[in-house]
Each structure stands twice: as C-alpha cells, then as structure tokens.
C-alpha cells in the first residue's frame, strides 16, 4: 500500500505509520500538510495515517471537519506516546528553537530556561536550525530522534505531560470492516451530521447508546458551518457493526440523524495499532 502521513521525515505521524502492518512494508509517503495527506487517500495514496486525538490537546479539528465533507472510513488505530528532549551544541544556551505545538506541550520547561522561543513549522527544522547554527543554541526535539554526535542532551524528558500520547487513524475510501471475533476489544466511530435540529436532538442520541449499553469512548462537537447552534458529533464508542447491539443502536439513531459511518475496527494499545 501506498500511505500518505505528515512530514517531514522524524514526525510522530511518520512513526505512526511505520507501525500499521510493518510486516507489510507499506510505502510511505511524507506530505507537508494534514489536508494534501487526506486529499491523497484514493489518489496518488490507498490511505492516510493522520492524528486524531492527542491526550493533553484533544482532537485534532481540520480531520474531523474533513471527515464531515468526504465519506472516509477507518480501517484502525495507532497510539503512540509523545516525548520531548533538549538538545544543545553548549550547556548554556542563548536561544532555542521549537515547533511551535511542541512549544505549548513543553511550556513549562521553555518558560523555566528563561531563553528567546524560535517557533518553526516542524520538529525537523528545529534540530535543522540547531546543527546549522555557530551561536549557542538548544531545540526541542522529539525523543525518538537520536541525539547527533556534535550535540548534547540537556534534559531527556520535557513534556509538561509525561504520558502525553497521540492517537493516529489510517484512514482509506474503502470500507471493508474487518470480521468479528470475540478474542479483540472493537472499537467504532460515526459522525452525527445536524440536519434535523430540534430539542433535545443530543440526549435523544446518546440515549440510545445508553439503550443498547454501549460504552462511549469520546464525543466531540464541530460546528456545522451554517449558522450558531447547529453542530456535528463525532462519536467513538466500543463495539463492532456485526454485533446486535450496535446495529439496534445505528438503525434506531438513523430516524434521528444523518449518520456518516466511519467503520469498526482494532482498538489500539500504546506503541501499536
């Protein structure tokens, strides 16, 4: 398979993608935004592997709002934790270097070093910008980058959250599910598109989850787009499509809404799909 996912090369996104079917050997192919990766699927790639959720940050909104517009569907998901280390060609550096979200997820660590913050588009660049520099400088840089011989590592762990993880789905325009068996924990997604607003639309819903017994893992709201109020649900919930209980709950939730199904598959552990 030919997958798109975030670039440049060293990203988390890469690394996720590393890790769906490495038996496979997947080609992967690094773009250089969230949209060119969806725009792939289908195209010039079979899937996407892209970030969906992240621990401390919540969901990542332009994969939702993408996902509202063009029928995609999940085929599983990938966790991985998300560490931070400094890296410095001196021990007392007069700068440092940071993309600009791993900035805000080692914010306490930055404002602690008292140092001038060089925001950058990538993690990459950051170390890019550190190699190539004579000043004594620093960067944020992920922790499964290795540390390049000229350099130094000040601190190995500085995330304001030590557990942070992500959570990556690979995405594709085909939407096989994979079979059941009770032997693996399932998981689903559906978004919930606000076409028939009216009182009480959002309980009438989740009370149909709670109906049928099935366990909500998360719900976001995004706006629809049209006016105040209206909104769109993304859900994920435990379960597969092929068990009664979540086929109750999708036929009864259809008189209700226009419902994107999104697909049924693996839940992941940290550090795999």
Partial sequence: ??????????????????????E?????QLLDSLVSCLDAIGNDCDAAVVPIENLTEGFVSPVVDYLVQRPLHIQ???????????????????QIWAQFVAAGQC?????????????TASNALSLDALLATEKPSAAVVPKH??????????????????????????LSATSETPEFDKSTHWKSSLLLIDDNDHPGLLVDSLQVFAKQQINLTSIVSRPAGSQFGD???FIDFDGHLSEPGIAAALQEL???NNIHWLGSYPAAAIGNQ
């Fill in 24 to 28: 496979k050997q997947h080609q992967i």
């Fill in 76 to 94: 599983a998901e990938i966790r991985i934790p998300v560490g931070f280390q400094c890296l410095a060609n001196s021990a007392q550096p007069q």
């Fill in 145 to 170: 980058v290795s540390c390049p011989a000229s350099l130094q590592i000040l601190n190995s762990n500085i995330a304001d959250n030590p557990r942070n993880e992500t959570r990556f789905v690979v």
């Fill in 1 to 22: 398979m030919r997958i798109a996912t975030l670039g440049p090369a060293g990203t988390f996104s890469e690394v996720a993608a590393g890790l769906y079917q490495p």
């Fill in 231 to 233: 909104y769109h649900f």
């Fill in 254 to 256: 259809a008189k209700m």
């Fill in 107 to 119: 914010n306490q660590y930055l404002n602690g070093l008292g140092l001038p913050v060089i925001h």
